[in-house]
């Protein structure tokens, strides 16, 4: 059985930095991705990566997060930073055992998520 455990949310000003992370256990894990959801909006795509390395990113974060992962550890991680309001959510990570070339996939393609951290981003 897959399990996805997410940490590091909290509350942060305007500006401010968080490091979320996603440890998964069970499965060797392939394609990995970061979601958020705001109240009244849909799930959106934070950030995806390859068993490989590769990344994409949604386009409001941009040149503001990083999405990187260690592969021995079965881990992830989303480094945010210049983090406005408008990034308050419940951030979801997501995996897969398959893997993928290219880092954007399906949201349907992936098998396994974890509970959500909240993250509000406010003075």
């Known amino acids: 059985q897959v399990q996805l455990v997410e940490s590091g949310g909290g509350l942060v000003q305007p500006g401010g930095s968080l490091r979320l992370s996603c440890v998964a256990s069970?499965?060797?894990?392939?394609?990995m991705g970061w979601y958020r959801q705001a109240p009244g909006k849909q799930r959106e795509l934070v950030a995806t990566i390859t068993s490989g390395g590769l990344t994409d990113y949604g386009d409001s974060v941009k040149d503001r997060f990083t999405i990187s992962r260690d592969n021995a550890k079965n881990t992830a991680w989303l480094q945010m930073s210049s983090l406005r309001p408008e990034d308050t959510a419940v951030y979801y990570c997501?995996?897969?055992?398959?893997?993928?070339?290219?880092?954007?996939?399906?949201?349907?393609?992936?098998?396994?998520w974890g509970q959500g951290t909240q993250v509000t981003v406010s003075s």
């Open positions: 069970g499965a060797s894990i392939g394609h």
């Open positions: 997501g995996a897969t055992l398959r893997r993928y070339p290219s880092p954007r996939i399906r949201y349907s393609a992936y098998d396994y």
